[in-house]
């Protein structure tokens, strides 16, 4: 019986910027898709990262701290 192909709902494209690991500057930079549809944007750097939502210009800068809380909130809250 062959096997059925899965639908993947998202998909993320990733573009590193290096210029030295432990330096400023560094950064990861994630786009997020649903559907073919781009939802998001996450800029991963040294000290915080920032969200920059679909057709948004504005960025939302998260510290490392506020975001470990908002992901323990998620994952652990009743």
Do not use: C, N
Request: glycine share 8%.
């Amino acid at each position: 019986m062959p096997k059925r192909r899965v639908q993947r709902a998202h998909a993320v494209k990733a573009e590193l910027q290096v210029p030295g690991l432990s330096k400023a500057g560094s950064s990861l930079r994630l786009e997020i898709y649903a559907s073919k549809l781009k939802i998001g944007e996450i800029l991963i750097g040294r000290g915080s990262l920032y969200w920059y939502g679909r057709h948004r210009q504005k960025r939302k800068r998260i510290s490392w701290t506020r975001f470990a809380e908002m992901m323990d909130e998620l994952a652990y809250s009743k």
